[in-house]
T-cell receptor, first 115, second 111 residues
Framework: DTAVSQTPKYLVTQMGNDKSIKCEQN?????MYWYKQDSKKFLKIMFS???????INETVPNRFSPKSPDKAHLNLHINSLELGDSAVYFC??????????????FGPGTRLTVT | DQQVKQNSPSLSVQEGRISILNCDYT??????FLWYKKYPAEGPTFLIS?????DKNEDGRFTVFLNKSAKHLSLHIVPSQPGDSAVYFC??????????FGKGTLLTVNP
């Protein structure tokens, strides 16, 4: 029974397209996150929601828009895709904010390739 | 500007020996420190954590050491097993909801 799931696992698309990645957690956690792991392998926070409220919004192009319909779901929509958006995107969740040492549970990742 | 540095991109160890993975951070305001393990094509999984009020935390074969004055933490795995072969990320957190991750160290444990 998957704790944090993401769909799709792989996404190949052309520049200029709009795409969405979905994330769901069945752990009953209050906080969800989106991370980007780029070609240099850094895992960087993009957004975080706590009980459907945006609490972290890092310096991310406004082509990226998170949506949290309820606290079990956090989707990521990307407009006008660019080559530099190619990366692995991870969703994660935690009971509270992880700055307090609360461990995060990660999804398997979505590998986005923009051609 | 990297706030968390894992200066060894890779480490190779013989089965049964000790693996020591290192991590340095720059901001003394960080007060939670975590290690995550990642296998290929999977998301990172939590391994062990320590808060700034402690200098050591142990869980089975895994021990994390924190040296606040040096802004350094390390993960010791003993004895190392081939199944430990993975990328290990250290992560640090403060008073907000955010974790900052290092670049990771690829550990290979040879049978």
């Amino acid at each position: 029974d998957t704790a944090v799931s993401q769909t799709p696992k792989y996404l190949v698309t052309q520049m200029g397209n709009d795409k969405s990645i979905k994330c769901e957690q069945n752990l009953g956690h209050d906080t969800m996150y989106w991370y980007k792991q780029d070609s240099k392998k850094f895992l960087k926070i993009m957004f975080s929601y706590n009980n459907k409220e945006l609490i972290i919004n890092e310096t991310v192009p406004n082509r990226f828009s998170p949506k949290s319909p309820d606290k079990a779901h956090l989707n990521l929509h990307i407009n006008s895709l660019e080559l530099g958006d190619s990366a692995v995107y991870f969703c994660a969740s935690s009971q509270e904010g992880s700055g307090r040492g609360d461990e995060q549970y990660f999804g398997p990742g979505t590998r986005l390739t923009v051609t | 500007d990297q706030q968390v540095k894992q200066n060894s991109p890779s480490l190779s160890v013989q089965e049964g020996r000790i693996s020591i993975l290192n991590c340095d951070y720059t901001n003394s305001m960080f007060d939670y420190f975590l290690w995550y393990k990642k296998y290929p094509a999977e998301g990172p999984t939590f391994l062990i954590s320590i808060s700034s009020i402690k200098d050591k935390n142990e869980d089975g074969r895994f021990t994390v050491f924190l040296n606040k004055s040096a802004k350094h933490l390390s993960l010791h795995i003993v004895p190392s097993q081939p199944g430990d072969s993975a990328v290990y990320f250290c992560a640090v957190g403060g008073s907000n909801y955010k974790l900052t991750f290092g670049k990771g160290t690829l550990l290979t444990v040879n049978p």
